[in-house]
């Protein structure tokens, strides 16, 4: 390698889009460098960052899973808003062979989400189905944009933990992921003025994954549905919220959010978001 390179790391990590959303950009902007995938292993997650350390011409990575946390005690520095998430999704070198980690999830997550958020509502809650890095970001993100939430994992236990840690304020709740797997007759409220949202935040779904088990009968009305899958980004999740009339949010939308704050660091420049559409039409192809 003989020029400026960034990559995504994780294991796996051939599904990734990161590499075709970075180079568009680069090659948009005229930049001679690369954006790559790279896989890497739990045991030689060490070894990777001390090789990276030592080369002149690497940016930085992002981070993908099953790496997000158990990197943080490599890294010389945990920057904001990582240190309060819990989570890093992107490394970049500081001076000399120091390493620092932020997290670009929670502000790529809010982004198709702000016209919504500009508005005024009576009340906001989110289903958020998932416990692992990514989710540590999402209920973060929503916690401070004043929605209650339920965030449902196979271990609901982890699942309180989460919201004691990130989201301390407010009555939110934990419940077991097989609680939204069968159908409920409940009989929701006025949802007029409120804002509903049902986030996938796990791996199910995503190709090589089982699929996500969720019975739409446990969303409002209204609801928005969002999922963070990229590998199909037409998930059975997604297609089954659209069938019944709800609007939906795909994963492209949350990885060129978050691949935007990741850009500037690996090089040293704003990505051309000009371009955001036929971006979107190359990822989905």
């Known amino acids: 390698m003989t020029r400026p390179y960034a990559e995504v790391i994780g294991d796996p990590v051939a599904q990734s889009k990161s590499p075709t959303i970075h180079n568009f950009w680069l090659g948009k902007l005229g930049i001679d460098a690369e954006y790559r995938a ?154 007029e003025g409120c804002l509903d949202l049902v986030v996938n935040a796990s791996p199910l779904g995503m190709t090589g994954n089982p699929e996500l088990e969720f019975d739409w009968s446990h969303a409002p009305p209204g609801s928005i549905a969002y999922d963070i899958v990229t590998s199909p980004v037409e998930t059975r999740f997604l297609a089954n919220a659209r069938a019944l009339g709800l609007a939906t949010i795909n994963g492209l939308a949350m990885l060129i959010g978050q691949a935007a704050i990741a850009f500037e660091k690996f090089y040293g420049t704003l990505p051309p978001r000009e371009f955001d559409s036929e971006l979107f039409e190359v990822l989905q192809r």
């Open 38 to 191: 790279t896989h890497v292993n739990p045991d030689g997650l060490a070894d990777y960052l001390a090789d990276r350390r030592a080369d002149p011409y690497w940016r930085g990575c992002n981070v993908t899973m099953p790496h997000k946390q158990t990197v943080m005690p490599l890294l010389s520095s945990i920057q904001p808003p990582a240190d309060a998430i819990g989570a890093v999704n992107t490394i970049y070198p500081l001076s000399g062979e120091l390493l620092a980690g932020t997290n670009t999830d929670a502000s790529g997550f809010l982004e198709p989400l702000r016209n919504e958020l500009g508005k005024s509502h009576y009340f906001r809650m989110a289903r958020i189905l998932g416990t692992g890095g990514a989710a540590r970001a999402i209920i973060a993100a929503l916690a401070n944009e004043g929605f209650t939430l339920v965030v449902a994992g196979r271990d609901p236990e982890k699942a309180r933990l989460l919201l004691d840690e990130l989201a301390p304020q407010g009555e939110h709740h934990a419940v077991a992921l097989s609680h939204f797997s069968s159908f409920t007759d409940f009989a929701f409220d006025d949802r």
